[in-house]
């Protein structure tokens, strides 16, 4: 079954290469390829998931590899919705090279299927550990729109452009949602964590990381919405901001143990 | 002072502290908190650990500079939340005002006028007509998510820190059938405890009664990781547990019997020189085939070949020997028969106000709902008149400017 998983790793980077180059030659061919090709490679992924899902008797999000599969799975669905309501391309663009990331990410760790931990069963798990895969995709793909608004910046494109002023929206949304759910994870895991260990907050580094993560969305926000910064300088904030989520995600586990070890 | 008190109340001065709060926490991710000196020496060197000590920053969370950050955070909050407070209940009116004295900047056919209107009233945007046009508004509650925001960061911070430094918190530990008496005579007896769950799988849990001092109120659960017990204003935690052994004494001159639960070292003996030295417990051996066995020390499940280490202590001699369950050392007339090894619970046990983590959770609640009014209710008013329609919000309005385009393009396509 781990097939699936591996097609739709191939299937994701064959739609993120036509994408761009379907995006750089304005073929609309090549686009639509790389569309039909994400939905299908994410039929695969869905199918892997709810295979393991069923395989576990839980929900796959119980480790690194199970949480990363998930996050990359969330970005699609969050392209997808995207593009379904603004059917704009640079939707695409960013969302495809990021869930082949993520995924390929998630092919480097270990796959095999473990009983969860007794600390995990609780019915926050979903909740918590649902809203991050959301939370991390929208500022994924809001990360992605950064790097998407600075090259064509550097292509020559100018900020005052309707396409580019959209973009910076769209990413200026999606860090809303991120934010929203990010918050949400805050919480839930905060309750979790007094009903798991008697303490809502314990300084653990993964809470720590959230936590600066959060600040720095949060000065996002009142950058943009007090001071109406817009444009490069959100760009830059949103990829600056993107290397912190990766670290809350990626780094913390592997770096700095904690209460939350067991998501390697 | 009002120069001071502006400065206090300003956004700037939030974001600095945020971003000061942000980098001393990086720098307590990085820097192992609350650990022994020796580590920081061995880690930093004799005189770098010496400052970290004496900065703090090998416990930043609990230094009297991140306290001060906090108290400022909350400061520059309720200073910004009042000052805020009447100017966000006046915006509604305002921008309602506003909008009904907006002149058109975006001119409209008369077809054109009739898909506008048409689409506000399928989005639900609640409308108000006078003698000039008809002025659309939506998410007029959006108007206080900023302020809801503040109010529940300071909430948050407020019951936070009162649950975090008001409970008194006792680690004990109790045998499967003991009983625990608390400072105010709630009694909490542990029924039984395993490791184990009937597959095999790790699950530790414990069955407790918790008795009120006056007897009138019981409650028994089963508790383990993530199920607590909550009676009245305590919390009983499942935290850790360990494995006792047990040993069963008979005297047989008078046939007295006892059972003992043997958790650290100890000498069992009835006149002080005789008797029998409990060492450890081991959760296993393994035996090579000259017989010699092999301790095990660790395990992380219940003990499948336990075996007791002692000493049997007799007329001054001292004979270490290896004992196994169900087996008894007897010295005259006293028999030591060492039985099974008991599981047994830690039990964390927390006393707090509910009425604290009601406010705290309340406010929780409260900074979600806030936030989806900031980001999500953003405040619009549309204003159509005959010759066209305006759009006003005290927000970036992008996205509505941006599908009331599409919605225009869609009419020259149609047209």
Same mark, same amino acid.
């Given at each position: 079954?781990?097939?699936l998983?591996?097609?739709a790793?191939?299937g994701?980077? /064959? /739609?993120?290469?036509?994408?761009f180059?379907?995006?750089s030659m !304005?073929?609309?061919?090549?686009?639509?390829?790389a *569309?039909?090709?994400?939905?299908?490679?994410?039929?695969?992924?869905?199918?892997?998931?709810?295979?393991?899902?069923?395989?576990? *008797?839980?929900?796959?999000?119980?480790?690194?590899? #199970?949480?990363?599969?998930?996050? &990359?799975?969330?970005?699609?669905?969050?392209?997808?919705?995207?593009?379904? $309501?603004? !059917?704009? #391309?640079?939707v695409?663009t960013?969302?495809?090279?990021?869930a082949?990331?993520?995924?390929?990410? /998630?092919?480097?760790?270990p796959?095999?299927?473990k009983? @969860?931990?007794?600390?995990? $069963?609780?019915?926050?798990?979903v909740l918590?550990?649902?809203?991050?895969?959301?939370?991390?995709?929208a500022?994924?793909?809001?990360?992605?729109?950064?790097v998407?608004?600075?090259?064509?910046?550097k292509?020559?494109r100018? #900020?005052?452009?309707? !396409?580019?002023?959209?973009?910076?929206?769209?990413?200026?949304?999606?860090?809303?949602?991120?934010?929203?759910?990010l918050?949400?994870?805050?919480f839930?895991?905060?309750?979790?964590? #007094?009903? &798991?260990?008697?303490?809502?907050?314990?300084?653990?580094?993964?809470?720590?990381?959230?936590? @600066?993560?959060?600040?720095?969305?949060?000065?996002?926000?009142?950058? $943009?919405?007090?001071? !109406?910064?817009?444009? *490069? *300088?959100? /760009?830059?904030?949103? @990829?600056?901001?993107? @290397?912190?989520?990766i670290?809350?995600?990626?780094?913390?586990?592997?770096?700095?143990?904690?209460?939350?070890?067991?998501?390697? | 002072?009002?120069?001071?008190?502006?400065?206090?109340?300003?956004?700037?001065?939030?974001m600095?502290?945020?971003?000061?709060?942000?980098?001393?926490?990086?720098?307590?991710?990085?820097?192992?908190?609350?650990?022994?000196?020796?580590?920081?020496?061995?880690?930093?060197?004799?005189?770098?650990?010496?400052?970290?000590?004496?900065?703090?920053?090998t416990d930043?969370?609990?230094? +009297?500079?991140?306290?001060?950050?906090?108290?400022?955070?909350?400061?520059?909050?309720?200073?910004?939340?009042?000052?805020?407070?009447?100017?966000?209940?006046?915006?509604?009116?305002? +921008?309602?005002?506003?909008?009904?004295?907006?002149?058109?900047?975006?001119?409209?056919?008369?077809?054109?006028?009739?898909?506008?209107?048409a689409?506000?009233?399928?989005?639900?945007?609640?409308a108000?007509?006078?003698?000039?046009?008809?002025?659309?508004?939506?998410?007029?509650?959006?108007?206080?998510?900023?302020?809801?925001?503040?109010?529940?960061?300071?909430?948050?911070?407020?019951?936070?820190?009162?649950?975090?430094m008001?409970p008194?918190?006792?680690?004990?530990?109790?045998m499967?059938?003991?009983?625990?008496?608390?400072?105010?005579g709630?009694?909490?007896?542990?029924?039984?405890?395993?490791?184990?769950?009937?597959?095999?799988?790790?699950?530790?849990?414990?069955?407790l009664?918790?008795?009120?001092?006056?007897?009138?109120?019981?409650?028994?659960?089963?508790?383990?990781?993530?199920?607590?017990?909550?009676?009245?204003?305590?919390?009983?935690?499942?935290?850790?547990?360990?494995?006792?052994?047990?040993?069963?004494?008979?005297?047989?001159?008078?046939g007295?019997?006892?059972?003992?639960?043997?958790?650290?070292?100890?000498?069992?003996?009835?006149?002080?020189?005789?008797?029998?030295?409990?060492?450890?417990?081991?959760?296993?051996?393994?035996?090579?085939?000259?017989?010699?066995?092999?301790?095990?020390?660790?395990?992380?499940?219940?003990?499948?070949?336990?075996?007791?280490?002692?000493?049997?202590?007799?007329?001054?001699?001292?004979?270490?020997?290896?004992?196994?369950?169900?087996?008894?050392?007897?010295?005259?007339?006293?028999?030591?028969?060492?039985?099974a090894?008991?599981?047994?619970?830690?039990l964390?046990?927390?006393?707090?106000?509910?009425?604290?983590?009601?406010g705290?959770?309340?406010?929780?609640?409260?900074?979600?709902?806030?936030l989806?009014?900031?980001?999500?209710?953003?405040?619009?008013?549309?204003?159509?008149?005959?010759?066209?329609?305006?759009?006003?919000?005290?927000?970036?309005?992008?996205?509505?400017?941006?599908?009331?385009?599409?919605?225009?393009?869609?009419?020259?396509?149609?047209?």
């Amino acid at each position: 079954m781990n097939l699936l998983f591996f097609a739709a790793l191939i299937g994701y980077f /064959a /739609a993120a290469v036509l994408q761009f180059a379907g995006s750089s030659m !304005k073929k609309e061919g090549l686009r639509k390829t790389a *569309r039909v090709l994400l939905a299908v490679s994410f039929g695969l992924h869905t199918a892997f998931s709810v295979w393991r899902g069923i395989e576990a *008797r839980r929900v796959p999000l119980a480790n690194q590899f #199970e949480f990363a599969s998930g996050f &990359a799975w969330a970005t699609v669905i969050i392209g997808f919705v995207l593009y379904r $309501r603004l !059917k704009q #391309e640079w939707v695409m663009t960013a969302a495809m090279p990021m869930a082949f990331l993520i995924l390929s990410y /998630a092919a480097f760790q270990p796959m095999e299927i473990k009983d @969860i931990m007794p600390a995990l $069963r609780s019915t926050w798990f979903v909740l918590h550990i649902g809203s991050a895969a959301f939370s991390y995709a929208a500022f994924a793909i809001a990360g992605g729109l950064g790097v998407s608004y600075l090259a064509q910046l550097k292509k020559g494109r100018s #900020e005052d452009d309707v !396409k580019m002023k959209q973009m910076d929206y769209m990413g200026y949304r999606l860090i809303c949602l991120g934010f929203l759910l990010l918050t949400v994870v805050i919480f839930s895991g905060a309750i979790w964590a #007094e009903q &798991a260990w008697s303490s809502w907050w314990s300084w653990d580094p993964k809470e720590t990381w959230a936590l @600066i993560t959060w600040i720095f969305y949060a000065v996002y926000l009142h950058q $943009r919405m007090r001071l !109406k910064w817009q444009g *490069r *300088r959100m /760009a830059w904030l949103a @990829i600056i901001a993107l @290397i912190l989520v990766i670290f809350t995600f990626a780094g913390v586990n592997l770096l700095l143990p904690g209460l939350h070890s067991y998501a390697v | 002072m009002k120069k001071v008190f502006r400065f206090f109340r300003s956004m700037t001065f939030g974001m600095i502290l945020l971003i000061i709060v942000m980098l001393l926490s990086l720098a307590g991710s990085l820097i192992p908190q609350q650990d022994s000196t020796m580590r920081y020496v061995r880690a930093y060197g004799t005189q770098t650990a010496q400052i970290m000590t004496a900065a703090g920053v090998t416990d930043i969370f609990h230094t +009297w500079y991140f306290y001060a950050l906090e108290i400022l955070l909350c400061l520059n909050l309720t200073l910004c939340s009042i000052v805020r407070f009447p100017k966000t209940r006046r915006a509604g009116r305002e +921008w309602l005002a506003r909008a009904e004295a907006a002149e058109a900047d975006r001119p409209l056919t008369a077809e054109q006028r009739e898909k506008l209107l048409a689409w506000l009233t399928a989005r639900h945007y609640r409308a108000r007509e006078d003698a000039d046009g008809k002025t659309f508004s939506r998410n007029t509650a959006g108007f206080y998510g900023s302020f809801l925001t503040h109010l529940s960061i300071l909430l948050i911070l407020l019951f936070g820190s009162l649950v975090l430094m008001t409970p008194s918190v006792q680690d004990l530990t109790v045998m499967p059938g003991g009983t625990l008496t608390l400072e105010d005579g709630t009694t909490v007896t542990c029924e039984s405890f395993h490791i184990q769950d009937d597959t095999g799988k790790l699950d530790y849990a414990s069955v407790l009664l918790a008795g009120s001092a006056d007897g009138r109120h019981q409650k028994r659960q089963e508790i383990r990781v993530n199920e607590p017990l909550r009676f009245g204003e305590y919390k009983i935690y499942q935290q850790t547990y360990g494995t006792a052994g047990r040993v069963g004494i008979t005297n047989h001159t008078n046939g007295a019997e006892e059972i003992l639960f043997l958790t650290d070292p100890c000498f069992l003996s009835i006149d002080g020189q005789n008797g029998v030295y409990f060492d450890a417990l081991y959760p296993g051996f393994i035996q090579d085939a000259e017989g010699n066995y092999t301790l095990m020390t660790s395990t992380s499940g219940s003990y499948e070949h336990p075996v007791y280490a002692v000493r049997s202590i007799a007329d001054g001699m001292s004979t270490s020997v290896l004992a196994f369950p169900d087996e008894e050392i007897r010295l005259g007339d006293i028999s030591f028969t060492f039985l099974a090894p008991a599981e047994y619970p830690g039990l964390r046990i927390k006393r707090v106000s509910s009425w604290l983590f009601g406010g705290l959770y309340f406010s929780f609640g409260l900074m979600v709902a806030a936030l989806y009014l900031c980001f999500f209710a953003v405040p619009v008013y549309v204003r159509v008149r005959e010759n066209g329609c305006a759009v006003l919000s005290p927000k970036n309005q992008q996205g509505l400017l941006l599908e009331l385009e599409a919605l225009m393009h869609e009419k020259e396509d149609e047209t």
